[in-house]
């Protein structure tokens, strides 16, 4: 399938992309030579391969789920300017 100039300016009409008519030339060949490659992707016979998520068939590697870190929740409650219940209290910014 390959475009017209026509079809190329409507395409970029469509997508609001401001096209020189010195560009157009350039951007009908790019666009189908992506076009050409789309038709030969779709032409390969997969007939059979399984889908992947990742080409690379690894496994993540994950961390045991402990905790790490001690609480710390007091301490930086203490060096805070204003605390009430547990929680920090900030100056209304908005009416």
């Known amino acids: 399938m390959a475009l017209e100039r026509s079809e190329v300016e409507k395409i970029a ?4 992309l401001g096209l020189d008519e010195a560009d ?3 951007t009908t060949e790019t666009l189908n030579n992506i076009l050409g490659l789309i038709d030969r992707m779709q032409a390969v016979d997969t007939e059979g391969v399984e889908p992947l ?4 068939e690894t496994v993540q590697r994950l961390r045991a789920d402990e905790v790490t ?3 710390h929740h007091a301490s930086y409650q203490t060096i805070a300017p ?3 219940e ?8 908005i009416e």
């Open 13 to 16: 009409h469509l997508a609001r």
């Open 53 to 56: 998520a990742h080409p690379l």
């Open 86 to 93: 547990g929680l920090y209290l900030v100056p209304k910014v």
């Open 24 to 26: 157009l030339p350039r």
């Open 69 to 71: 870190e001690s609480d």
């Open 82 to 84: 204003a605390v009430e």
